[in-house]
């Protein structure tokens, strides 16, 4: 555990502050289309990847319910903001309330369902965990279909007018937008940096590592457990709101089991066992969805989702942890050679 | 390890929740369920022929007031539980036996359907929309047996090539058939169905149907409360029926049953006693796989099959292996049936405002179920701890 600075988290430092740079100076160097949509989304989509990476390296829980807690941010949202338009037929409730009060009740009560989510799923764990939190993916896709109250099958649209006043007119100025989420994004990893440094954090991996040690040392596992998922809901849910602000629409299709296994395939890229893979499989796979869109397999035929299917596959059988797990290894064999600082790097490695 | 985080958990609840609170929950529970029981029998209301509806008013009334509506809500929940054990036995097979959780199950599904459906259509040459009276038994038995063994091989290939050797990592391996299904999906879209109605464009992902065989194209008189039923979901019933009681002979009374049941238990101890279990694993998947396209063969006959029913059909896998326990067939059997009771009942019997004619409730009593189970029972009714 030295706190030296190896070579690794040396380089890892200086890319890091690299990429800071370049995205802080973001629309100077890119293009709209890559600012807007690109970089922006993958900013937003890396904000949800963490709150699945978050559970999966601190709490040893793969959730696949992150997409359905961001749906229901962006559902409380759509339903309170809009206004019911003279005439026409709008959806859902459309109560048209105060943009900032919907959303600090929007990330309170997304945290709130986090919270109970979490309580009910507390006491299973591993694969058992992965298959209920699916199945929490799916019941909230048919919900928001099915009742329609809130929605129904068909998108609430145009939520993005409704922005917060201290926010200001994102449709008008899209750069606005990619601010906040790179903001966001910068918080979201300051404050996952520091609750894992926390007595919660810790014994949280306490509970990661060995459920029937911990409690026997008098720590309520559930309860960790729980409190966790409702933090990642609480992430969860700031990624939602921005992302209807960026699309302005919110559908069953986003609470979706497609765009369930699409985030896990982001996390998957990025590796599951580090924050900073989230933002990086994010961006990953936006790019090779936007670029790879109009390519068509021989032989096979389909669409763009066999070919991410098929990279998501080759991932998962080469390197289960990402190119987070990829550039580990690969930096410890640079390393390693003919040196006893490998033994140190792993060390370190474990220690970070 | 899944054990363990479970007694685990169970050690740390023995301290937070007090007997009293636990005798509350149940209280609680059992006054829902008798609730529920009491608005079918007597609270619920039939749709009044003037004036607005209040909020007992239901589709069908009470069971006291429309007995027949009853029955067949009733008949129309069990047998869409036996369709319901046939897909989900196969999902518990796999994971019982092996620990995979088959994320493509819903997959093997929806191929599993439109396989057979094209091999009908080859079959019977009519072209789509196929008249019940002009389809033999065979014509109905043939597409299900191509398409359990195409589903079979599917499976097998996937078990020996992809799963075989990252044995052990469950939720590696829980990925891997995330990602097939992933590909299986887009596969469907942009090659299924085959066959469209003459004149019309093919569409990937369309809605297809398969007819049942003609014989089932009939209602039976059951002679209470004047229901006539269709021979069709009858029949449904009768082939998960059948399909339990082989299943159940097969690992019960068969060698080979013996063994899985002997590496469901303890997997080491039996490969340790020179069963060969790689073989049985590769068995348990061929069957468990077939079992959803024979699953697919009767839904798509009973229903249709379209791209997206893989999520679906993964959904009720699901649901019904966490609420009867993982890898247990008397489990899959009550979690088919309180599923389809659920299902079929809330669907029909919660009151239908009259402004959201269109709402479906169903989906948030199928949650309700689930947490109950989870609540008191985390690995299921018919699950085994450690």
Redesign the interface.
């Known amino acids: 555990m030295s706190l030296r600075l190896t070579s690794q988290t040396a380089v890892e430092r200086t890319l890091g502050l690299v990429v800071l740079v370049l995205l802080a100076f973001g629309p100077l160097i890119f293009n709209d289309y890559w600012v807007n949509s690109i970089l922006t989304q993958a900013l937003l989509f890396g904000i949800a990847a963490a709150s699945l990476i978050f559970l999966s390296a601190y709490g040893g829980m793969?959730s696949l319910g992150q997409t359905a807690l961001m749906g229901i941010a962006g559902y409380i949202i759509g339903n309170m903001v809009t206004e019911r338009l003279p005439g026409g037929e709008s959806k859902g409730l459309a109560l048209g309330w105060d943009p900032t009060l919907s959303l600090v009740l929007a990330i309170l009560i997304t945290t709130g369902i986090g919270l109970l989510l979490g309580a009910?799923?507390?006491?299973?764990?591993?694969?058992?965990f992965?298959?209920?939190t699916?199945?929490y993916a799916?019941?909230a896709?048919?919900?928001f279909g099915?009742?329609?109250?809130f929605g129904?099958f068909s998108p609430i649209a145009g939520i993005n007018q409704y922005t917060p006043g201290w926010v200001g007119d994102i449709l008008g100025h899209p750069d606005k937008l990619y601010y906040i989420a790179l903001g966001t994004s910068l918080a979201v990893f300051a404050v996952m940096r520091y609750v894992v440094r926390t007595p919660f954090g810790i014994s949280l991996q306490g509970v990661r590592d060995d459920?029937?040690r911990?409690?026997?040392l008098g720590?309520?596992?559930?309860?960790h457990r729980t409190l966790a998922f409702g933090f990642a809901a609480f992430v969860a849910s700031l990624a939602g709101i921005l992302y209807v602000w960026w699309d302005g629409q919110v559908a069953p299709g986003n609470v979706?089991?497609?765009t369930t296994?699409e985030l896990?395939?982001m996390c998957?890229i990025g590796g599951l066992r580090r924050v900073e893979g989230a933002w990086l499989g994010a961006f990953a796979f936006i790019v090779i969805n936007n670029y790879v869109r109009n390519v068509e397999l021989p032989l096979?035929?389909?669409?763009f989702?066999?070919i991410?299917?098929?990279i998501?596959?080759f991932i998962?059988?080469v390197s289960?942890d990402g190119l987070m797990g990829m550039w580990s290894r690969a930096s410890k064999l640079l390393e390693g050679t003919g040196s006893r600082r490998a033994v140190e790097t792993q060390a370190a490695g474990r220690g970070a | 390890m899944a054990d363990y985080a479970l007694q685990a958990a169970r050690v740390g609840l023995g301290s937070a929740r007090t007997q009293p609170g636990r005798f509350a929950l149940r209280a609680l529970v059992a006054g829902m369920v008798l609730f529920a029981l009491l608005w079918i029998l007597v609270i619920a209301e039939p749709f009044p022929e003037s004036g607005l509806p209040t909020w007992r008013t239901t589709t069908y009334g009470s069971a006291v007031d429309n007995p027949g509506g009853f029955l067949r809500i009733l008949l129309d929940a069990v047998t869409f539980g036996g369709l319901l054990f046939i897909v989900a036995s196969g999902f518990s097979l796999i994971f019982g036996l092996m620990r995979v959780v088959n994320m493509a199950h819903g997959s093997f599904y929806l191929l599993g359907g439109y396989i057979a459906y094209e091999i009908q259509q080859e079959m019977t040459g009519q072209g789509f929309f196929i008249p019940g009276t002009d389809v033999s038994t065979w014509e109905w038995v043939a597409p299900l047996l191509v398409a359990a063994g195409s589903i079979a091989v599917t499976g097998l290939l996937i078990q020996q090539f992809l799963l075989r050797w990252t044995q052990g990592q469950d939720l590696r391996q829980a990925l891997i058939t995330i990602a097939i299904s992933v590909v299986i999906a887009d596969q469907v879209i942009a090659h299924f169905p085959r066959h469209v109605p003459s004149g019309a464009v093919q569409f990937g992902g369309n809605a297809v149907s398969l007819t049942w065989p003609g014989w089932t194209d009939r209602l039976v008189d059951l002679h209470v409360a004047g229901v006539q039923y269709s021979l069709a979901r009858l029949f449904m019933l009768a082939l998960g029926v059948a399909m339990g009681i082989v299943l159940w002979l097969w690992l019960h009374r068969t060698r080979t049953g013996m063994v899985i049941r002997a590496g469901v238990d303890d997997r080491q101890m039996t490969s340790a006693l020179g069963v060969n279990i790689q073989k049985t694993f590769a068995i348990a998947f061929v069957v468990g796989s077939a079992l959803a396209a024979f699953g697919a063969v009767v839904g798509t006959s009973q229903g249709n099959v379209a791209s997206g029913q893989d999520g679906q059909w993964l959904l009720n896998s699901l649901v019904v292996v966490i609420v009867g326990g993982m890898g247990s067939l008397g489990g899959a059997a009550l979690g088919s049936l309180l599923y389809a009771l659920v299902f079929t009942f809330s669907a029909v019997y919660l009151p239908t405002t009259g402004d959201n004619c269109c709402t479906q409730y169903s989906i948030v009593l199928t949650f309700a179920l689930l947490a109950l189970v989870l609540a008191f029972r985390p690995q299921g009714l018919f699950g085994r701890v450690g």
């Open positions: 793969i009910v799923a507390a006491r299973s764990s591993g694969i058992y992965l298959m209920l699916l199945t799916v019941i896709f048919y919900f099915q009742v329609t109250q129904g459920p029937v911990m409690s026997s720590f309520n596992v559930p309860f979706g089991l497609g296994i896990l395939v998957v096979l035929g389909g669409s989702n066999t991410i299917g098929l998501f596959l998962v059988l289960p």
